[in-house]
């Protein structure tokens, strides 16, 4: 059973840092890609970051050159480091684990933005 705990969402100002996490287990984790996804009331869920299993990662174009997403797998942790955070990062952030076709989230963190 593959299991998905995101975490550090938060209250954060405009323009601060914030760092997100998701521990992973049952999943062997540094076999599979992994992402970061986005969902704010009233709209789909938007994937904002991946990460490949061999480390190649993607960005939106609206986070790209702030945020970024990394990986630990000897502690099966996936990362996103948010800089320059904007008004419109806010939402709940959802860990994804890609296993074929085979998708697994988290519970989500909400990430608050404060002007």
């Known amino acids: 059973q593959v299991t998905l705990v995101e975490s550090g969402g938060g209250l954060v100002q405009l323009g601060d840092s914030l760092r997100l996490s998701c521990v992973a287990s049952?999943?062997?984790?540094?076999?599979?890609?992994m992402a970061w996804a986005r969902q704010v009331p009233g709209k789909q869920r938007e994937v904002v970051a991946r990460?490949?299993?061999?480390?190649?990662?993607t960005y939106a174009d609206s986070v790209k050159g702030r945020f970024t997403i990394s990986r630990d797998n000897s502690k099966e942790t996936l990362f996103l480091q948010m800089e320059s955070v904007k008004l419109e990062d806010a939402g709940v952030y959802y860990c994804n684990q890609r296993q074929y076709a085979t998708d697994y989230w988290g519970q989500g963190t909400e990430v608050i933005v404060s002007p």
């Open positions: 049952g999943s062997l984790f540094a076999n599979f890609p």
């Open positions: 990460i490949g299993a061999g480390g190649g990662t």
